[in-house]
C-alpha cells in the first residue's frame, strides 16, 4: 500500500481488484499504472501505518459495512415528499460514521424524520438506511447543479483532523 501525490490511497496485490464486471473504461481508471486507485484519501505514517483521512468516492462506511450515498438517495427519491435529497456520512463514536440524509421538502407535501428512515428501512437493508434526517431549504450545488457533498459534510467533522472516522 501507499499513497499518491494527492493524497490517494493505493493498493496492490494478487487479491486486490481484477477489475469492474463488464467496465473496461473505469477497470483501466482503477487500476492504472498497476495500483488499484481506492477513492480513499489518506497518507503513511512514519511508523507505516496508513490512516484514511478523506473520502474520494461517494461511500459511506459504518459499522465495516460500505453504503453507496447514491443508492440512498435513489431510494428517498421514491418518495413524494422529498423534492431533493443528499446522503453523508457523519461521525458516530460507535460506528465510525453514519448516514444522514439532508433532505428538501416538497412545499405542498408534509413529512417526518421517522416517515423517511421507515420508508427506507422497509427498501433497504438496515445498515444502509439513514440514521438520522435533517431538512433543509437548500443544498450546496455548484453553477451547473451538481451537489457539493463536501460542503454539506464540512460542519459535521469540523474540528477533527479526519474526514472519514475509525471508529
Not at 493524497?7 to 482503477?30: I, K, M, T
Not at 438496515?126 to 463536501?150: I, M, N
Not at 454539506?152 to 475509525?166: C, F, H, T
Amino acid at each position: 500500500m501507499r499513497t499518491s501525490e494527492d493524497g490517494e490511497v493505493l493498493a496492490r496485490g494478487n487479491h486486490v481488484f481484477e477489475g469492474y464486471w463488464a467496465q473496461p473504461e473505469d477497470s483501466a481508471r482503477a487500476l492504472a499504472d498497476g495500483w488499484f486507485h481506492t477513492g480513499d484519501g489518506g497518507y503513511m505514517t512514519d511508523d507505516h501505518y496508513l490512516v484514511i483521512s478523506d473520502r474520494k468516492k461517494d461511500v459511506i462506511i459504518t459499522g465495516g459495512e460500505n453504503v453507496s450515498s447514491i443508492e440512498v438517495e435513489d431510494c428517498l427519491y421514491q418518495h413524494p415528499a422529498v423534492a431533493e435529497v443528499a446522503v453523508i456520512g457523519v461521525p458516530d463514536d460507535k460506528w465510525g460514521e453514519t448516514v444522514k440524509a439532508l433532505v428538501v421538502r416538497r412545499a405542498e407535501v408534509e413529512v417526518s424524520e421517522e416517515a423517511l428512515m421507515d420508508f427506507a428501512r422497509s427498501r433497504m437493508a438496515h445498515y444502509k438506511c439513514p440514521t438520522s434526517v435533517e431538512f433543509r431549504d437548500s443544498l450546496a450545488r455548484t453553477a451547473t447543479g451538481k451537489l457539493q457533498k463536501f460542503k454539506l459534510r464540512a460542519p459535521y467533522w469540523e474540528g477533527r483532523d479526519r474526514l472519514v472516522s475509525g471508529g
